[in-house]
């Protein structure tokens, strides 16, 4: 069982429409990062928010952080197919000082 | 920005035979790298965190003297695969953060074929 939990683990969806990708867990972190990778490369840090209910945007990427610090979500508003990727939340603990993935949501945008 | 450097990217190696893969921080230090293993269409998992000076921390299950890790500078980790098989076969990347950053960042990986 993994202590985060993204969903969903697969999007299929055309140019312009909206989509969201969660990441949940039962435990607190200090903050969460989402990141993005592709095929080949490392992931490349997106966000990072620490602060319960903190909501960032990034163009069209609205990242929100929910109050009790355990779950995330990411919003992608009219996705292009640059948007194609495999995104990745991540938990940090401070008391551990290491990273926790979540399984990854793999997003397909058709042109 | 910060940036990891990887290398290999890429290796293909015969079964039995040893690999070591570097992990260089370009401009900053970092006491403190980690190496993860990602297998096709899943997620990163931890394998170590690398300390300079000091041991390896390993999570469970992930043998110490299979993956040697060593972090003899600031700016330099290395993972050696010892005696590879093709189980051992998967993307390797690394990572730090940056002292005040807010994330972390990766290396670019390395694709390990064991054959």
């Known amino acids: 069982t993994q202590l985060l939990e993204q969903s969903p683990q697969f999007l299929s969806i055309q140019e312009g429409e909206n989509l969201t990708v969660y990441c949940n867990s039962s435990?607190?972190?200090?903050?969460l990062q989402w990141y993005r990778q592709e095929p080949g490369e490392g992931p490349v840090l997106l966000v990072t928010?620490?602060?319960?209910?903190e909501v960032k945007k990034l163009k069209r990427l609205t990242f929100q952080f929910g109050d009790a610090r355990k779950d995330s979500s990411l919003h992608i508003t009219a996705a292009q197919p640059g948007d194609t990727g495999l995104y990745l939340c991540?938990?940090?603990?401070?008391?551990?000082?290491?990273?926790?993935f979540g399984g990854g949501t793999r997003v397909l945008v058709k042109p | 920005g910060a940036v990891v450097s990887q290398h290999p990217s890429r290796v293909i190696c015969k079964s039995g035979t040893s690999v070591k893969i570097e992990c260089r921080s370009l401009?900053?230090?970092?006491?403190?790298m980690f190496w993860y293993r990602q297998f096709p269409k899943q997620s990163l998992m931890l394998m170590a965190t690398?300390?300079?000076?000091?041991?390896?921390?390993?999570e469970q299950g992930v043998e110490k003297d299979k993956f040697l890790i060593n972090h003899a500078s600031l700016t330099l980790s290395t993972l050696t695969v010892t005696s590879a098989h093709p189980e051992d076969s998967s993307f390797y990347i690394c990572?730090?953060?940056?002292?005040?950053?807010?994330?972390?960042?990766f290396g670019s990986g390395t694709r390990l074929t064991v054959v």
């Open positions: 990572s730090a953060k940056p002292q005040g950053a807010r994330g972390y960042t």
């Open positions: 435990s607190v972190f200090s903050s």
């Open positions: 928010v620490v602060t319960g209910g």
């Open positions: 991540a938990g940090f603990k401070a008391a551990g000082n290491k990273l926790t």
């Open positions: 401009d900053f230090q970092a006491t403190t």
């Open positions: 690398s300390n300079e000076g000091s041991k390896a921390t390993y």
